[in-house]
């Protein structure tokens, strides 16, 4: 069964009837995933990334996020002409906490993504490796990282 998925801001253009709430992010398999546009890629990841870093509760800015804003104007997030991903400023945001798996969700990040300056911790996640688009990288000094993965 191919599932079809819109942010709230394109219903009209899915044909759907009614509005179709943002799932939480734990609740879809690879299966879905895999039928999932990449804006609702880029939701499951941005949301999982302010959960696992404490967005509600330590971020200094945290404007748009996790509401029915479009994503690209949510604080720090960049986004290509096609509305997907492909950049975070969020440097010195206190971000604390592990990046997640899902982060790697986000495959149309492609330019300079700026996490510096905040308390992430843990390991950097193997999925940040389906980030394919990348030309320049993730810049995560001053965190307190504990190993690259292996």
Partial sequence: ML?????????ALCGAQAEIPRPAPQLFDPIILATA????QDLL???????STGGENTWYHN?????D????????????RFRSVDSLRLNRNRLK???PTHIGLMTSIATHSFLRYNSITGTLPTQIGLMTAMTTGIF???NALSRLPT
């Fill in 140 to 142: 995560l000094q001053s």
């Fill in 3 to 11: 599932l079809r998925f819109c942010s709230l801001t394109l219903l």
């Fill in 45 to 51: 990841g941005l949301s999982a990334l302010y959960k």
């Fill in 37 to 40: 546009t990449d804006n609702v």
């Fill in 63 to 67: 404007s748009g996020w996790m509401s």
């Fill in 97 to 99: 906490g592990t990046l």
């Fill in 69 to 80: 804003d479009p994503d690209c104007t949510w604080f720090g997030v960049g986004c290509n």
